[in-house]
């Protein structure tokens, strides 16, 4: 079954303690995404991914880091987390240039105390 | 900054009934228009998309109206049912896909 598969799906952390999200995708996707969606504000993206070893800033990018080692995986790391990060992320990918649909994951909902 | 901006908020109509929902945007390099739906506790999952070189698209009981003189576009849900309560998120890029830029959402309740 062609999916996007986060994890944890539920976190509850502390301030500064570091967290990392994972998310892997197996329909050899090019492109990955990190968005986090907040009452009244819709979908704002975090980070994305045209490749592998390919990253760039979002709209929302400050507190995260992300990587791309490998092409089905595109984990989001919060090095030291706040409050402010408490939110649903959800991760997507799709082919790039393609049909253009982005397929989501079923999202991380992360509080931080 | 939205660049594109999604209303109503929430929305509440009878079965049968018709919502609208609509979105304008800014920047005029935008080429692609998709809705996605997200259901409780899923990710958004693309509904239909547009792009600008028409008026119109029907998918079922689901139409994307464009008007690209005034950057504005809507969704239009025909014959509503309670199984459409979800919420209904609007979103344009520029390059097929990639970089989408999403409104606010719109919580679609469909009463029985």
């Known amino acids: 079954e062609a999916q996007v598969t986060q994890n944890p799906r539920y976190l509850i952390t502390v301030t500064g303690k570091k967290l990392t999200v994972t998310c892997s995708q197996n329909m050899n996707h090019e492109y990955m995404s990190w968005y986090r969606q907040d009452p009244g504000l819709g979908l704002r993206q975090i980070y994305y991914?045209?490749?592998?070893?390919?990253?760039d800033k979002g709209d929302v990018p400050e507190g995260y880091k992300v990587s791309r080692k490998e092409k089905r995986n595109f984990p989001l790391i919060l090095e030291s987390p706040s409050p402010n990060q408490t939110s649903l992320y959800f991760c997507?990918?799709?082919?790039?240039?393609?049909?253009?649909?982005?397929?989501f994951g079923e999202g991380s909902r992360l509080t931080v105390l | 900054q939205q660049q594109v901006k999604q209303s109503p908020q929430s929305l509440i109509v009878q079965k049968g009934g018709i919502p609208i929902i609509n979105c304008a945007y800014e920047n005029t390099a935008f080429d692609y228009f998709p809705w996605y739906q997200q259901f409780p506790g899923k990710g958004p999952a693309l509904l239909i998309a547009?792009?600008?070189?028409?008026s119109e698209k029907k998918e079922g009981r689901f139409t994307i109206s464009f008007n690209k003189s005034a950057k504005q576009f809507s969704l239009h849900i025909m014959d509503s049912q309670p199984g459409d309560s979800a919420t209904y998120f609007c979103a344009a890029s520029m390059e097929f896909g990639s970089r989408l830029t999403f409104g606010e959402g719109t919580q679609l309740t469909v009463n029985p």
């Open positions: 547009i792009r600008p070189d028409v």
């Open positions: 991914s045209m490749n592998v070893e390919v990253t």
């Open positions: 997507a990918s799709s082919h790039y240039r393609s049909s253009g649909e982005l397929f």
